[in-house]
């Protein structure tokens, strides 16, 4: 069983930072890539791509982030990292990580828990 397990929440002012972070355990052939989504305030919002990295390296960010949120992770750790810069009102949302793994010659995704982040004005 793979379990993700989440840091980094709270709640900053905006132009502030944070970084989250995101560790993966368990029963993991090869990982396939990991990232962030986030879900918004409101009921019809949907879960969002925020960033996501791939197990050679490359990178894609939502267009709202680019240029103020950096993703990398640490192999030997199996966790990956969200900085994020220039926090805006709008990025307040709950941030999901998610890991898509092999496994027993599968692909399989799990999703953490999610933490919260709160940017105030």
């Known amino acids: 069983q793979v379990q993700l397990v989440e840091s980094g929440g709270g709640s900053v002012q905006a132009g502030g930072s944070l970084r989250l972070s995101c560790a993966a355990s368990?029963?993991?052939?090869?990982?396939?890539?990991m990232g962030w989504y986030r879900q918004g305030p409101g009921k019809q919002r949907e879960r969002e791509l925020v960033a996501f990295i791939m197990s050679g390296g490359s990178t894609n960010y939502h267009d709202s982030v680019k240029g103020r949120f950096t993703i990398s992770r640490d192999n030997a750790k199996n966790t990956v990292y969200l900085q994020m810069n220039s926090l805006k009102p709008e990025d307040t949302a709950v941030y999901y990580c998610?890991?898509?793994?092999?496994?027993?010659?599968?692909?399989?995704?799990?999703w953490g828990q999610g933490t919260l982040v709160t940017v105030s004005s």
């Open positions: 368990g029963s993991i052939s090869s990982i396939n890539g």
């Open positions: 998610k890991l898509g793994y092999l496994y027993d010659r599968r692909y399989l995704e799990v």
